[in-house]
């Protein structure tokens, strides 16, 4: 791999070529980490690689004195490079790319304990699969509907995401429970709580029996009320209606009569209009014999009557007048039956309210007798109603209870400490396995990550380490999240801070590692750089922002 730095930062211009190991060594401020910081740029994407320097600022990053700056990283497969001020970077083929743990950018060690376990679960891949997460909500009672809307919200918002919305849904079914019960929540309170309507007998009761029960209840209600209505408006009521029938059945008869009267007029009216002459000359033809006009009349030749207009005007005049009154004695006829149908309609009425008249009394009756007043009727009623209210109250909180415990375990499993702490957990073994393996190589004390996510060094919580071992720690960690990674490089900057037996330590280190590594330290003189080409190495001596191969 090739690399080309020219006025960046510290550096003037820099050629190198990364080998197993590299190493750029020189005295202070020399552009040492401007070197690392260089390939890290084009290597990451990041083409701003320092904290709190915005890409606007970029500007800053070319060398004093200097208008331009850029970092070329090619290799035989592709080419990375970013040109300053503009902090724009390029690629072509299948550049070499890191990511930003083997740049050294971001470091677990750095890193709040909650991020870095979501951090490690995508370092090792340790996210639970969709059929893991279904798995544990169908063990944990989950119906298949909500299993499925869960792992499509997983899917499409994320874990973070899909656990928040469920506490919410958790927050929302307490509170639906509460303006149930009139009570706060409470587990124990929840599997336990009934009614104050509440009798032991609606144990064993069901919503269908009871539902009879108000039915026949109402029945009763209504018989009484019915006859207490009778007794006052209705009874009233119905005799209007017998009285109108008994008029109504006089009046008919009357009617009935100027039927009869109005049908012997419509009768007589017909025959005095079939009988009219027609209004129109009679239909001849010229006689085979002799020539003059004859007509038909009755199966016989007759000489035709020939009519003068105004006759013919004057039968048309009389055919209109007798059609007229036929018409008018004939609606007639229709007016007085309808008024005859609707009189037969009051009678039918006023016969039907006298039967209910009788047949209310009698229902009274047995109504008194057996059930009482409408008081007690609407007493019983009400006792009805509020055992059925009783009975479904109590069903409501306890499927909203159940769907709290649901939905809790629902949470449970999407915590950050849940099911992907758990799979975690699990994968974490083999990650501190060669966390170990790395720590043996180099000689160091062991870096390990506990299940509380706390690292420690040589049993020694990170925090408590002198900055030497935390310097240990840090590579090792970056070391191992590189070759996780699958990185085709690792980059490591201030290892100074090694004294002589901690750099051996960090060479077998990176000998065991994957990937070869690049490395920055500040050396007084460059006779005195550690002969790395003894090791399949290469060293840099960097002066004045320019290096040198040695």
């Known amino acids: 791999m090739q690399i080309q730095i020219t006025n960046f930062r510290g550096v003037k211009h820099a050629e190198i070529t990364a080998e197993k190991i590299t190493l750029v060594a020189g005295r202070n401020h020399q552009g040492k980490t401007s070197v690392i910081q260089a390939i890290a740029a084009a290597m990451t994407g990041k083409t701003v690689p320092i904290e709190g320097l915005k890409k606007s600022h970029a500007g800053r990053l070319v060398r004093s004195g200097t208008v331009t700056g850029e970092v070329e990283v090619y290799d035989d497969n592709g080419h990375a490079s970013v040109v300053y001020p503009d902090a724009s970077r390029s690629t072509s083929g299948y550049a070499?790319?890191?990511?930003?743990?083997?740049?050294?950018?971001?470091?677990?060690?750095?890193?709040?304990?909650?991020?870095?376990?979501?951090?490690?679960a995508d370092l090792i891949q340790s996210r639970p699969t969709t059929e893991e997460l279904t798995a544990e909500l169908l063990n944990n009672c989950v119906g298949n509907e909500t299993v499925k809307r869960i792992c499509d919200t997983v899917k499409a918002q994320g874990w973070d995401a899909a656990h928040a919305q469920a506490k919410e849904k958790g927050a929302r079914l307490k509170g639906q429970w509460e303006n149930e019960a009139g009570t706060r929540y409470g587990v124990k309170k929840a599997a336990d709580w009934v009614p104050a309507e509440w009798t032991n007998d609606l144990e064993t009761a069901s919503v269908e029996q009871l539902e009879k029960d108000i039915e026949t209840e109402r029945h009763w209600l209504e018989a009484a009320i019915s006859h207490e209505a009778v007794e006052m408006a209705e009874t009233e009521s119905l005799q209007k209606a017998v009285e109108a029938g008994s008029a109504a059945s006089e009046a008919s008869i009357n009617v009935t009569k100027e039927?009869?009267?109005?049908?012997?007029?419509?009768?007589?009216?017909?025959?005095?209009?079939?009988?009219l002459p027609q209004a129109k000359q009679p239909s001849t033809a010229p006689c085979p014999h002799c020539g003059e006009l004859i007509a038909v009349e009755n199966g016989t030749l007759q000489r035709p009557e020939i009519l003068s207009e105004k006759e013919i005007a004057a039968r048309a005049e009389n055919i209109t007048k007798a059609r007229k009154y036929f018409d008018k004695v004939k609606r007639a006829v229709a007016e007085k039956s309808a008024e005859l149908a609707r009189l037969k309609g009051v009678i039918a009425s006023g016969a039907s309210a006298k039967d209910r008249i009788n047949s209310v009394a009698e229902k009274h009756q047995s109504t008194v007798e057996t059930r009482g007043s409408v008081d007690d009727c609407r007493a019983r009623v009400d006792r009805a109603e509020a055992r059925l209210s009783a009975l479904l109250q109590r069903e409501r909180a306890a499927a909203l209870h159940k769907s709290v415990i649901d939905i809790a375990e629902i949470v449970r499993t999407l915590a950050p400490d849940g099911l992907r702490m758990s799979k975690l957990q699990r994968s974490l073994k083999s990650f501190n396995e060669h966390l170990s393996t790395l720590s043996a190589a180099a000689k160091w004390g062991r870096v390990f990550i506990g299940q509380d996510m706390q690292i420690s060094y040589n049993g020694t919580p990170y925090m408590l380490c002198s900055e030497s071992e935390q310097f240990r720690a840090r590579v090792t960690m970056q070391v191992a999240a590189a070759n996780t990674a699958g990185a085709c490089v690792v980059l490591?900057?201030?290892?100074?801070?090694?004294?002589?037996?901690?750099?051996?330590?960090?060479?077998g280190l990176l000998l065991s590692a994957k990937m070869p590594a690049i490395v920055a330290m500040t050396i007084n003189s460059k006779d005195v750089v550690p002969p790395v080409a003894k090791i399949g190495g290469v060293a840099y001596w960097i002066e004045n922002g320019l290096t040198e191969a040695l």
């Open 96 to 120: 070499p790319e890191i990511d930003e743990y083997a740049a050294g950018i971001l470091s677990l060690v750095d890193m709040p304990t909650a991020s870095r376990s979501e951090a490690i």
């Open 492 to 507: 490591i900057d201030r290892a100074d801070i090694l004294d002589s037996s901690g750099r051996n330590g960090m060479t």
């Open 259 to 275: 039927i009869n009267t109005l049908l012997d007029d419509e009768a007589a009216a017909r025959k005095v209009l079939a009988g």
